[in-house]
């Protein structure tokens, strides 16, 4: 069977996955076969972001970057950006003066226009879209008291946008955020962006990031949210996977508990996922591409947040060394039932 999910998803929405480093310099002749056939976008899972871009105030770190560019065209891919201004990732120097305290607002922003111009200027022609701003709003809806925000002030986010609109008029330009499913975030996301746009600034579209479980969000909540956030342009599910495992400190379902041979409070699933919680996953998977497909006219992308199990940020948050099983493909780099039953939904 040759059907691939970029293959099956070609006439709906991109397909993308997150490249980590050994991706990117292509360090697993499988894992590379994986990326090259089943995706048709990629995105950077840590090269862009500040402090690995650009590590000093004296300079940029590009390597990186550049070979994940690279392999983007080689590989004829939509190429996304991620991320230009987050709170986290960030150097400390970015916010501080000679003498340790921090900078003010006009020389926070001419640092900001100096990063922000000089990235998407490299990349110019190349990036399909940036996430401009990553996770700005809270949950309840209220801005992030980030560095950004105490510095820049309430408008920060707006900044951020005015001065990648002016550095690449021909790029696309995201606002990224997790848990879009609460209605309050959603709100104040949606209130957000519809006010730079009302002001004449370009955000083309939304990322949802959808760092989900297998209870949560609802497939409702989803589906209420991606709707109320289309109204605004694209939509992308930019970083989409599912744990199976309990956040720290919650109780097991009984059902759950019931089924593993072995657990303990961060790791229950030690070493093979139990085939009902398999099962599962396949399901969860499902319901998500089913409810993509029947909104695919308003969504652009959707990206996994990595490849396979064996390198899924989810094995080290929201506690280091769980064994999670989130991805697609698992650890011996083999496609999960997922796969073919999110090809034969098209
Ligand atoms: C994560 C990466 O996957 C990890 O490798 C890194 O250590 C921390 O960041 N939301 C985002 C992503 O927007 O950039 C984060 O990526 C996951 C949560």
Redesign the pocket.
Known sequence: NSATLAHAYEDHFLIGA?L?EDQIYQRNAEIDAIIRTQFNSIVA??CM?FERIHPNQGGFFWDEADAFIAYGEKHDMAVIG??LA?HS?TPEWLFLNDEGDNVGREELLKRMEHHITTIMHRYKGKVKGWDVV??AVLDDGTMRQSKFYQIIGEDWVEQMFRIAQKADPDAELYY?D?SMAIPAKREAVHALVKGMQEKGIRVDGVGM?G?ISLEGPTIDEYEASLVRLAELGLVMIT?LDVTVLPWPGTELTAEVSMSVEFQNEFNPYKDKLPADVSNQLTQRYKDMFALFLKHEDKIDRVTM?GVTDGAT?RNDWPMEGRTDYPLLFDRANKAKPAVAEIISLT
Request: no cysteine; hydrophobic share 20%; net charge negative.
């Open positions: 997150a980590n899972e840590n972001k991620h991320t987050w990732q990553n996770e990224n997790y990031q760092h970083e947040w940020w």
